[in-house]
């Protein structure tokens, strides 16, 4: 309460947090009285306490999150992916075009990124562009073509969803479904997310801060969908060398916070390939559960995101040198 609160104004305040069933501790300073309520959150933060007389500031203690969080499921969450485990012990990566172009680039990318060891397949048959004029996908066409090479490769995938309406549509082709950066706050569409049986890959906005990110996870949680991982990659800074700044911290401050897989993303957080690399060497230093890497048999034809697409080749020694990380932290790949 303010200083100058009188003993009516405070008597007020503890009289609506009675009525709504708050269990009420006054403490009394000499110039400052404190009320502590204990409760239900989402019952004591309907009412608006900052606009009540005499209060100065009503601070929530308990995160705005709650069963995403560290403190409501202690151990690590694994998630399955069409029988591929993600936050266990091994690492997980995911590979592939950024876009499904055609069957034999997705056929190329395919062969080599699990030729390599990669365990999941990623392609695009929606894209979000930030141009409206740029190709924006096949369409169900795309997601044909994944579950072909899902079949000749035996790699599960994961496709993005931009439109709750193409939800029931991707959801019964792929194994995981990705909400995009641009989409985080996207309450209806991670709402339609959590309403859907496939697990989800949930992408950091690029301009949302951590506990944003979580809340998000929380709207598809609460909606029933329990089978969430998250991605870094890449948060709007100042800086203009990298096309986002990979916020490697993040990882570790999430792994602390929720049970549920981080994942990193060296592709779009650098936008540069001989960046993908070493992002992906730091991403698992750091704690990360895996990494989604844009891989393209012949990027300078890429439709979407040749600068970041690393090579085949490349591909295979991003894996060897993952792989002497990931025993240095002690896990596998
Ligand atoms: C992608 O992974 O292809 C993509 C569009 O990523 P983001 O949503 O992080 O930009
Ligand atoms: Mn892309």
Not at 23 to 50: F, K, N
Not at 181 to 190: D, E, I, V
Not at 236 to 260: C, M, W, Y
Request: hydrophobic share 45%.
């Amino acid at each position: 309460m303010e200083s100058g609160a009188t003993r009516a104004d405070i008597e007020h305040v503890v009289t609506r947090l009675r009525d709504i069933g708050a269990e009420v501790h006054v403490s009394e300073g000499q110039s400052q009285t404190v009320i502590g309520a204990v409760g239900d959150r989402s019952t004591i933060q309907q009412l608006p306490w900052e606009a009540f007389q005499g209060v100065e500031r009503a601070v929530p203690v308990l995160k705005p999150y709650k069963f995403v969080s560290r403190d409501h499921h202690a151990t690590n969450t694994i998630v399955d992916v069409g029988g591929v485990s993600v936050g266990g012990q091994a690492v997980t990566v995911i590979a592939g075009p950024c876009a499904v172009e055609n069957r034999d680039q997705l056929f190329a990318a395919a062969a080599a990124i699990k030729d390599a060891g990669a365990t999941i397949l990623r392609g695009d048959a929606f894209k979000p562009r930030t141009s409206p004029y740029s190709f924006q996908g096949l369409g169900e066409k795309g997601l044909e073509l994944l579950a072909e090479a899902r079949e000749e490769f035996g790699l599960p995938f994961v496709a993005e969803v931009v439109d709750p309406r193409d939800m029931e549509l991707i959801s019964s082709y792929v194994d995981l479904v990705r909400i995009g950066t641009r989409n985080m706050a996207n309450f209806p569409l991670l709402a339609e997310v959590g309403r859907q049986p496939k697990p989800v890959l949930l992408k950091r906005g690029f301009t949302a801060t951590i506990e944003e990110w979580l809340n998000a996870a929380e709207y598809i949680y609460k909606e029933g969908n329990h089978a969430i991982i998250l991605c870094e990659r890449g948060i709007r800074t100042f800086e203009t060398q990298t096309r986002n700044t990979l916020d490697i911290s993040a990882v570790p401050v999430v792994k602390g916070l929720s049970h549920l897989p981080v994942i990193v993303d060296p592709s779009h957080s650098g936008g540069r390939r001989r960046l993908v690399i070493p992002l992906s060497l730091a991403g698992v230093a750091a704690g990360a559960d895996g990494l989604i890497i844009d891989v393209h048999p012949a990027p300078e034809t890429a439709l979407v995101d040749g600068a970041q697409a690393i090579l085949p080749d490349q591909f295979s020694l991003l894996m060897q040198q993952v792989g002497r990380v990931a025993a240095a932290v002690g896990r596998t790949i």
